[in-house]
């Protein structure tokens, strides 16, 4: 069974200052990785999808990078307006489903 | 155009009674995925559809859980005889083919 696990829960920064939120995975043949930013009373919203290991993805002050067992999402000199709680899903290739499996979440406060 | 629309965002409802909940995808997508989101959890898989079949519904918690899509649009999630432990957010994805999901502000369930 695909499981996704992510840590910390929560984080809590001051403006500037960077870190890395982790997702560990198993899943059997991976189709992909997905992270979502979630803000409060709102759908996830779609950041990065990555493929195989090795891979990296950037938007603005998020890097994501990928190895055969974990995710992780960079965060460079966050600001205020990057709180959210950031979900990591993978895709497995059992059964041919099309469905996501989620984390739980981190839930990320930047304070100015 | 418009985003994923989902109704009505509340419902709250009592014990037993039948509920239908429903999702308006993004125009032109393929697939529609129905996702189940307790308070401080990831979204659960509970079944989609491509086009109007319905592809996978592994993830429906029991057969008082049912789901349609009769012309391959507008999708309706129904629960019949509904219980407390039914209580939570209920969204609604689609998806163009691009392997981007995009969800919808989700249906607050409230069972009394």
């Known amino acids: 069974e695909d499981q996704v696990t992510q840590s910390p829960e929560a984080l809590r920064l001051q403006e500037g200052e960077s870190s890395s939120l982790n997702c560990s995975y198993t899943v059997s043949g991976l189709r992909g990785l997905f992270w979502y930013r979630q803000d409060p009373g709102k759908g996830p919203e779609f950041l990065f999808t990555l493929y195989s290991a090795g891979e990296e993805k950037e938007k603005e002050r998020l890097k994501a990078t990928l190895t055969k067992k974990e995710s992780f999402l960079h965060i460079t000199a966050p600001k205020p307006e990057d709180s959210a709680t950031y979900l990591c899903?993978?895709?497995?290739?059992?059964?041919?489903?099309?469905?996501?499996?989620f984390g739980k979440g981190t839930k990320l406060t930047v304070n100015p | 155009g418009a985003g994923v629309s989902q109704s009505p965002r509340y419902k709250v409802t009592k014990r037993g009674q039948d509920v239908a909940l429903r999702c308006d995808p993004i125009s032109g997508h393929v697939s529609l995925y129905w996702y189940r989101q307790a308070l401080g959890q990831g979204p659960e898989f509970l079944t989609y559809?491509?086009?109007?079949?319905?592809?996978?519904k592994s993830g429906l918690p029991n057969d008082r859980f049912s789901a349609e899509r009769p012309e391959g649009s507008i999708s309706t999630l129904t629960i019949q005889r509904t219980e407390q432990r039914d209580s939570a957010m209920y969204r609604c994805?689609?998806?163009?083919?691009?392997?981007?999901?995009?969800f919808g502000p989700g249906t607050r369930l409230l069972v009394l």
């Open positions: 559809f491509n086009y109007e079949a319905q592809q996978d």
């Open positions: 994805a689609s998806s163009g083919g691009s392997r981007v999901w995009y």
């Open positions: 899903a993978v895709q497995g290739t059992q059964g041919g489903s099309e469905k996501l499996v």
